[in-house]
């Protein structure tokens, strides 16, 4: 199985969650299920056009997503996947 990494600004809507295990073979796939479970999620991540918000980047083994194969990227077994979101300030 693969982790997906929640960050602490994210984790509200995942009970709390920072490392979910996940059984799927890409990003898109891997992003759907988390949805399904956790549906309050999928408004911080994803925008109405179904694309990853330009705020979040994703990684897969430490690289970046839009990189390799975007939401098509592969998953492994044992793959860590990052969620990471951009944080503005002054």
């Known amino acids: 199985m693969a982790t997906i990494t929640i960050p602490s600004s994210l984790a509200r809507f995942t009970d709390g969650k920072k490392d979910i295990e996940t059984e799927a073979s890409t990003i898109r796939e891997a992003l759907?299920?988390?949805?399904?479970?956790?549906?309050?999620?999928?408004?911080?991540?994803?925008?109405?056009?179904?694309d990853i918000r330009?705020?979040?980047?994703?990684?897969?083994?430490?690289?970046?997503?839009?990189?390799?194969?975007?939401?098509?990227?592969?998953?492994?077994?044992?793959d860590k996947i990052t969620i990471i979101t951009a944080v503005a300030g002054g």
């Open 32 to 50: 759907a299920k988390l949805f399904i479970e956790y549906p309050e999620l999928k408004d911080s991540v994803i925008d109405h056009k179904e």
């Open 54 to 78: 330009r705020f979040v980047n994703i990684y897969i083994r430490e690289k970046d997503i839009r990189f390799i194969n975007n939401q098509d990227s592969e998953i492994h077994e044992n």
